[in-house]
């Protein structure tokens, strides 16, 4: 990660004033000003926008709040890098309500794209999944990235100070050997796998061989089964023939059943068409009779229908005259009504006037009678308006009155709804303690689970130490075996040595003694092959001690891989609780919150019990209700005097409505006295014309002219009515003379068709003849169907149990065959299924071999043997620059235990100008700086060259006054030397001898009322 540009506003010292830091000009720049000036606020700020922590904050409980300008609520710090080849921003924001009582953050994360010329954003869909972005895209955490590239003020001994097994952590970090861990937990998951894989296989070829154990018996029966079935497909065979005879035989008879039925249906078919011939005939027969008849009558009925005709001609004329002489009769009458209604209507005219003059005389009588009231009512209006003002004046007081009281009541309603949302908060809190108590009743028991996860982690360093010793006793047996095989070989060779030698003295016919060149007399070949089966008799007793020690140690050896597993086991099963401890933890810090808000909660139950008895609220409210109680009771107001007034006040506009009433009384009886004087001169008229007839007009005159019109026509009812009833005694005479016509016309073609249909009665007669004969032959062969239904019945059902028989052979030869064919399956299966055991062991063994390969104590720790020599060495070149070869430091990754053996480590052991070894702590500031330098920058160098992560910046920010001018001096050398390795590298100091060093400065200033701000002098 190379810094591009960091932009800050509120971070710490700084304000808004500080304009943003360019990197890009520069490769190696010193960070000078005074103390407290913001100088490392810069690089927090780094560190704080892309990881969120920074020095200052660091192991706060509201990190965030600690480093925000003080008397700001709003913190953005806003940083560019480069890495991987590509540049990306963050934004990192704080911010903090007025009361300061709560915060909220935002983090962006964006990638420039050179082809558009934009930021493209990289933001999740919360904070965390962004951070793990970031994490991911710069390759390193916060803590590794401190250690590495960062020597932090106050932090230059991070890596020298920690623990021997921190110290292994950091390493292992900076090495990415952590993806050993999750190889590690991989090949753990497949060993489970491979294990419940072999248990299921071991189970399957179980279940396999179990269900091959009868197969013998099913071959056996499937022979059996086979030859019942071959004879009784036989026996079928037979049975099928002779049935299939009968029902031949049955089918020729069903077939002359059928015939039977279609004769029997024949004939009655015949017979119904006889039936419709005879009736076709009877009626031919009466059509002809009836024809004849009225042949022989055909004058008179041509006379009667001439006559009918004449009638008709005569009563059409008649009627017509009829019509006309109704017409006439229709108007005269109308006409005498009109003159009627005339009348009747000017003597209901005349009638209505009459009685509208009497109720105008009898309405003037009243309004004369109602005027004379007048005086009187004037006097009882001024004493109801009187009452209306004392009214008034009492009802301002009645209006005040009610205003306090309503004002009274909601004051009260105030004080009851304040009272209810007190108990309601008293129910509430109440209600949550009793909850809360309740939720922390049941995790009672955290502490007991805590201290006992606790006391078995505690254990774990115990059991790891028991392990490795058990290892290394194993690892000593194994050599001790390996010793004693070896040496029994080398006995085995000698005695084959000697055993040659002893041979070739026996056999040998030389002068000369062929093992120590004397010369070979008998007694000289006796006595050294005496001695040679004395040494081989001598070794094979030593072999034999040896194979007993062999397999004592072998034993031994055994014993302690069991102990060891079961150790191994046991640390594996206590750090697979670790993330359990940590929930318990969690449960428990939850748990005090939790018991904190309890206290407070009935702290508040208590507090707020007390004020809802003392009734210490509502103050004012009560203050004020009482003011206005006692101004009420203040108000003079006689209820009875403001209802007699009322009562008097309500009369007045009564008694000017009428008083009102009798003004129009007045101009009323002006009214009734011109309409009675003009109504009497109307009733007078209209008696006269009454009585003259001039109120009818000139219907007199139609009348008389109708009269005469209707005299003038020439009609007589009863010469109309006589020539109806003779129309009448003729009235079938048409119909007469329409048949007679009908049969002078078909009387011919109805004998015709009469003879016609006699012949074909004649042939159906004597097809019925023919019919009955053949059905009665029909009937004599039928005779035998019954008994041969029966016989066929009889034969069916013989062949349907011999086929029920056959079926259920063959179902049993299915079922065996399935069986068999099933067997050879699992025989299939089983062969299948032991070869699957036999991988699933392999593999069991192979994943059980790289969990212990892939583990803290397998190729990461060998990873860490070999680099820490380059480590050493890196450091060593770095701090022989620094103090002229006056310092040496070396690293040791095993140390002797009290208790024997050696147990693994990472001890950093630094020895003087002297070669004394002596303890980091008894060296000094400057020295002790020195050591954290060329530590420090060689772990950034083995994670350039190493890690997969370039660490490409290196910022220096500790402890240069504890140098000496020589000691400086050798510092800005080997800063020099390294700059190579880095892309960019800040120095941190006040001191102006070493800013002298260096070209471009960035120098930092603070203004108290602006914060600080810098200038960057050199570029």
Same mark, same amino acid.
């Given at each position: 990660?190379v810094?591009?540009?960091?932009?800050?506003?509120?971070?710490?010292?700084?304000g808004?004033e500080?304009?943003?830091?360019?990197?890009?000009p520069?490769r190696v720049?010193?960070?000078?000003g005074?103390?407290?000036?913001?100088?490392?606020?810069?690089l927090?700020?780094?560190?704080?926008a892309?990881?969120?922590?920074?020095?200052?904050?660091s192991g706060?409980?509201k990190p965030?709040?600690?480093?925000?300008?003080?008397?700001?609520?709003?913190?953005?710090v806003?940083f560019?890098?480069?890495?991987?080849g590509?540049?990306?921003?963050?934004e990192?924001?704080y911010?903090?309500?007025?009361?300061?009582?709560?915060?909220q953050?935002?983090l962006?994360?964006?990638?420039?794209?050179?082809?558009?010329?934009?930021?493209?954003?990289?933001?999740?869909?919360?904070?965390?999944e962004?951070?793990?972005?970031?994490?991911?895209?710069?390759?390193l955490?916060?803590?590794?990235?401190?250690?590495?590239s960062?020597l932090?003020?106050g932090?230059?001994?991070?890596f020298?100070?920690k623990?021997?097994?921190k110290?292994?952590e950091?390493?292992?970090?900076?090495l990415?050997?952590?993806?050993?861990?999750?190889?590690?937990?991989?090949?753990r998951?497949r060993w489970?796998?491979?294990?419940?894989?072999e248990e299921?296989?071991a189970?399957?070829?179980?279940?396999?061989e179990e269900a091959?154990?009868?197969v013998p018996?099913w071959?056996?029966?499937?022979?059996?089964?086979?030859?019942?079935?071959?004879a009784?497909?036989e026996?079928l065979q037979?049975?099928r023939a002779?049935?299939?005879t009968?029902t031949?035989? +049955?089918?020729?008879?069903? !077939?002359?059943? =059928? %015939? @039977?039925?279609?004769?029997? $249906? &024949? *004939?009655?078919s015949?017979a119904? /068409?006889?039936?419709?011939l005879?009736?076709?005939?009877?009626?031919?027969d009466?059509?002809i009779?009836?024809?004849?008849?009225l042949l022989?009558?055909?004058?008179?009925i041509?006379?009667?229908?001439?006559?009918w005709e004449e009638?008709?001609?005569e009563?059409?004329?008649?009627?017509?005259q009829?019509?006309r002489?109704?017409g006439i009769?229709?108007?005269?009458?109308q006409?005498?009504?009109?003159?009627?209604e005339?009348k009747?209507?000017a003597e209901?005219?005349?009638?209505?006037l009459?009685?509208q003059?009497?109720?105008?005389?009898?309405?003037?009588?009243?309004?004369?009678?109602?005027l004379a009231k007048?005086?009187? +009512?004037?006097e009882?209006? !001024?004493?109801a =308006? %009187? @009452?209306?003002?004392r009214r $008034? &004046? *009492?009802?301002?007081?009645?209006? /005040?009155?009610r205003e306090?009281?309503d004002?009274?009541?909601?004051?009260e309603?105030?004080?009851?709804?304040?009272?209810?949302?007190l108990?309601?908060r008293?129910?509430?809190?109440h209600?949550?303690?009793?909850?809360?108590?309740?939720?922390?009743?049941?995790?009672?028991?955290?502490?007991?689970?805590?201290?006992a996860l606790?006391e078995k982690?505690?254990?774990?360093?115990?059991?790891?130490?028991k392990?490795?010793?058990?290892?290394?006793?194993?690892?000593?047996?194994?050599?001790?075996?390996?010793?004693l095989?070896g040496e029994?070989?080398?006995?085995?060779?000698?005695?084959?040595k000697?055993?040659r030698?002893l041979?070739?003295?026996?056999?040998t016919d030389?002068?000369?003694?062929?093992?120590?060149?004397t010369?070979l007399?008998?007694?000289?070949r006796?006595?050294?092959?005496?001695d040679?089966?004395?040494?081989i008799?001598?070794l094979?007793?030593d072999?034999?001690?040896?194979?007993?020690a062999?397999?004592?140690?072998e034993t031994?050896?055994?014993?302690l891989?069991?102990?060891?597993?079961?150790l191994?086991?046991?640390?594996?099963?206590?750090e697979?609780?670790?993330?359990?401890?940590?929930?318990?933890?969690?449960q428990?810090?939850r748990?005090?919150?939790?018991?904190?808000a309890?206290?407070?909660?009935?702290?508040?139950a208590q507090?707020?019990?007390?004020?809802?008895?003392?009734?210490?609220?509502?103050q004012?409210q009560?203050?004020?209700?009482?003011?206005l109680?006692a101004?009420?009771?203040?108000?003079d107001f006689?209820?009875d005097?403001?209802?007699?007034?009322?009562?008097?006040?309500a009369r007045?506009?009564?008694?000017?409505?009428?008083?009102?009433?009798?003004?129009?009384q007045?101009?009323r009886?002006?009214?009734l006295?011109?309409n009675?004087a003009?109504?009497?001169?109307?009733?007078?008229d209209?008696?006269d014309a009454?009585?003259?007839?001039?109120?009818?007009?000139?219907?007199p005159?139609e009348i008389?002219?109708?009269?005469?019109k209707?005299?003038?026509?020439d009609f007589?009812?009863e010469?109309?009515?006589?020539?109806?009833?003779?129309?009448k005694?003729?009235?079938?005479?048409p119909?007469?003379?329409?048949?007679?016509?009908?049969?002078q016309?078909?009387?011919?073609?109805?004998?015709?068709?009469?003879e016609?249909?006699?012949g074909?009665?004649?042939?159906?007669?004597?097809?019925r003849a023919?019919l009955r004969?053949?059905?009665?032959?029909?009937?004599?062969a039928?005779?035998?169907k019954p008994a041969?239904?029966?016989?066929?019945?009889?034969?069916?059902?013989?062949?349907?149990?011999?086929e029920?028989?056959?079926s259920d052979?063959?179902?049993?030869r299915?079922?065996?065959s399935?069986?068999l064919e099933?067997?050879e399956r699992?025989?299939e299966?089983?062969?299948?299924a032991?070869?699957?055991?036999?991988?699933a062991?392999?593999?069991?063994?192979?994943y059980d071999?790289?969990?212990?390969a892939?583990?803290?104590?397998?190729?990461?720790s060998?990873?860490i043997?070999?680099?820490l020599?380059d480590?050493?060495?890196?450091?060593?070149r770095?701090?022989?620059?620094?103090t002229?070869?006056q310092m040496?430091?070396?690293?040791?990754?095993?140390r002797?235990?009290?208790g024997?053996?050696t147990?693994?480590?990472?001890?950093?052991?630094i020895?003087?100008?002297?070669?004394v070894?002596?303890a980091?702590e008894?060296?000094?500031?400057?020295?002790?700086?020195?050591v954290?330098?060329?530590?420090r920058?060689?772990?950034?160098?083995?994670?350039?060259?190493r890690?997969?992560?370039?660490v490409?910046?290196l910022?220096?920010?500790e402890?240069?006054?504890?140098?000496d001018?020589e000691g400086?001096?050798?510092?800005?050398e080997?800063i020099r030397?390294?700059?190579?390795?880095f892309?960019?590298?800040?120095?941190?100091t006040?001191l102006?001898?070493?800013?002298?060093?260096?070209?471009v400065?960035?120098?930092?200033e603070?203004?108290?009322?602006?914060?600080?701000?810098?200038e960057?002098n050199?570029?």
């Amino acid at each position: 990660m190379v810094p591009v540009e960091l932009e800050l506003k509120n971070f710490l010292s700084y304000g808004t004033e500080a304009p943003p830091l360019r990197f890009e000009p520069f490769r190696v720049a010193c960070l000078s000003g005074g103390n407290g000036q913001g100088k490392s606020a810069l690089l927090d700020a780094m560190t704080w926008a892309v990881w969120g922590e920074a020095r200052k904050s660091s192991g706060r409980r509201k990190p965030d709040a600690d480093i925000l300008r003080i008397g700001t609520r709003e913190m953005r710090v806003s940083f560019i890098f480069d890495t991987g080849g590509s540049r990306y921003r963050v934004e990192r924001l704080y911010q903090e309500s007025a009361t300061g009582k709560t915060s909220q953050s935002d983090l962006e994360f964006q990638v420039w794209e050179p082809d558009g010329g934009d930021w493209r954003p990289l933001t999740g869909t919360n904070q965390r999944e962004t951070q793990a972005t970031i994490t991911d895209t710069v390759g390193l955490d916060y803590d590794t990235f401190i250690n590495s590239s960062f020597l932090l003020q106050g932090r230059s001994d991070e890596f020298t100070q920690k623990s021997p097994s921190k110290r292994k952590e950091i390493l292992t970090r900076i090495l990415a050997l952590d993806r050993y861990e999750a190889l590690q937990d991989r090949a753990r998951d497949r060993w489970r796998t491979a294990r419940n894989e072999e248990e299921r296989a071991a189970a399957e070829v179980e279940r396999l061989e179990e269900a091959l154990e009868d197969v013998p018996e099913w071959k056996e029966e499937h022979a059996e089964v086979k030859e019942e079935i071959e004879a009784k497909a036989e026996t079928l065979q037979t049975l099928r023939a002779e049935e299939k005879t009968l029902t031949e035989r +049955l089918a020729e008879l069903r !077939a002359k059943a =059928e %015939e @039977a039925d279609a004769t029997d $249906d &024949a *004939l009655e078919s015949l017979a119904e /068409r006889l039936d419709a011939l005879e009736a076709d005939a009877d009626e031919l027969d009466e059509q002809i009779a009836q024809a004849d008849e009225l042949l022989d009558k055909s004058d008179q009925i041509q006379r009667d229908f001439h006559r009918w005709e004449e009638l008709s001609e005569e009563r059409d004329a008649l009627e017509e005259q009829r019509e006309r002489h109704r017409g006439i009769e229709k108007t005269l009458d109308q006409r005498r009504r009109e003159a009627r209604e005339k009348k009747n209507d000017a003597e209901k005219r005349l009638d209505k006037l009459r009685v509208q003059q009497d109720a105008d005389r009898k309405a003037l009588a009243e309004a004369n009678e109602q005027l004379a009231k007048a005086p009187e +009512l004037k006097e009882k209006l !001024a004493a109801a =308006e %009187e @009452a209306a003002e004392r009214r $008034d &004046a *009492l009802k301002e007081k009645r209006d /005040r009155r009610r205003e306090l009281a309503d004002q009274i009541k909601d004051l009260e309603h105030a004080l009851e709804s304040h009272h209810g949302e007190l108990r309601a908060r008293q129910e509430t809190l109440h209600g949550q303690i009793e909850d809360e108590k309740e939720a922390l009743a049941q995790s009672n028991g955290l502490p007991e689970k805590i201290d006992a996860l606790k006391e078995k982690q505690d254990r774990l360093p115990d059991l790891r130490e028991k392990r490795d010793a058990v290892k290394e006793k194993g690892r000593e047996a194994n050599e001790a075996l390996q010793s004693l095989r070896g040496e029994v070989e080398a006995r085995e060779r000698e005695i084959q040595k000697k055993e040659r030698a002893l041979a070739r003295l026996r056999e040998t016919d030389d002068s000369q003694c062929p093992t120590c060149g004397t010369p070979l007399t008998e007694e000289h070949r006796r006595e050294v092959a005496a001695d040679q089966e004395q040494e081989i008799a001598s070794l094979r007793d030593d072999i034999e001690e040896k194979r007993a020690a062999i397999a004592e140690r072998e034993t031994e050896r055994d014993e302690l891989r069991e102990r060891y597993t079961t150790l191994d086991d046991e640390v594996d099963a206590i750090e697979s609780e670790r993330e359990e401890l940590a929930t318990l933890r969690e449960q428990r810090r939850r748990r005090r919150e939790r018991q904190d808000a309890l206290e407070k909660r009935i702290e508040e139950a208590q507090a707020l019990d007390q004020k809802i008895e003392d009734k210490a609220y509502g103050q004012e409210q009560r203050a004020r209700r009482n003011e206005l109680k006692a101004e009420r009771e203040a108000i003079d107001f006689d209820e009875d005097a403001f209802e007699k007034a009322s009562t008097r006040a309500a009369r007045a506009e009564q008694y000017r409505s009428r008083l009102g009433e009798l003004d129009d009384q007045e101009q009323r009886r002006d009214e009734l006295k011109e309409n009675i004087a003009g109504r009497a001169e109307e009733i007078e008229d209209l008696e006269d014309a009454l009585d003259s007839g001039a109120v009818l007009g000139d219907l007199p005159d139609e009348i008389e002219a109708l009269e005469e019109k209707l005299a003038d026509v020439d009609f007589e009812p009863e010469h109309f009515e006589e020539v109806r009833r003779r129309l009448k005694g003729l009235s079938d005479a048409p119909e007469r003379m329409n048949r007679l016509v009908n049969a002078q016309k078909n009387r011919s073609s109805w004998k015709k068709q009469r003879e016609r249909t006699a012949g074909r009665i004649e042939d159906a007669q004597q097809e019925r003849a023919d019919l009955r004969e053949k059905r009665e032959a029909l009937k004599e062969a039928l005779e035998e169907k019954p008994a041969l239904e029966e016989q066929q019945d009889a034969k069916a059902e013989e062949r349907r149990t011999c086929e029920q028989e056959m079926s259920d052979l063959q179902s049993r030869r299915g079922q065996l065959s399935e069986r068999l064919e099933q067997a050879e399956r699992d025989r299939e299966a089983l062969d299948e299924a032991r070869e699957q055991q036999q991988d699933a062991e392999r593999r069991r063994s192979l994943y059980d071999h790289l969990k212990r390969a892939f583990g803290k104590h397998g190729i990461p720790s060998l990873i860490i043997e070999e680099t820490l020599p380059d480590l050493e060495e890196r450091a060593n070149r770095l701090l022989d620059r620094l103090t002229d070869g006056q310092m040496h430091v070396s690293l040791e990754t095993l140390r002797d235990k009290q208790g024997g053996g050696t147990t693994e480590t990472l001890e950093i052991n630094i020895s003087d100008a002297q070669g004394v070894t002596r303890a980091y702590e008894t060296y000094s500031g400057g020295e002790g700086f020195r050591v954290n330098f060329a530590l420090r920058i060689a772990l950034a160098q083995l994670m350039a060259e190493r890690s997969g992560v370039r660490v490409r910046t290196l910022v220096v920010d500790e402890g240069f006054g504890t140098q000496d001018e020589e000691g400086i001096q050798n510092l800005v050398e080997a800063i020099r030397t390294v700059q190579d390795d880095f892309d960019k590298i800040v120095v941190i100091t006040h001191l102006e001898e070493l800013k002298d060093a260096f070209p471009v400065r960035i120098e930092v200033e603070k203004d108290p009322a602006l914060g600080s701000t810098f200038e960057v002098n050199g570029v």
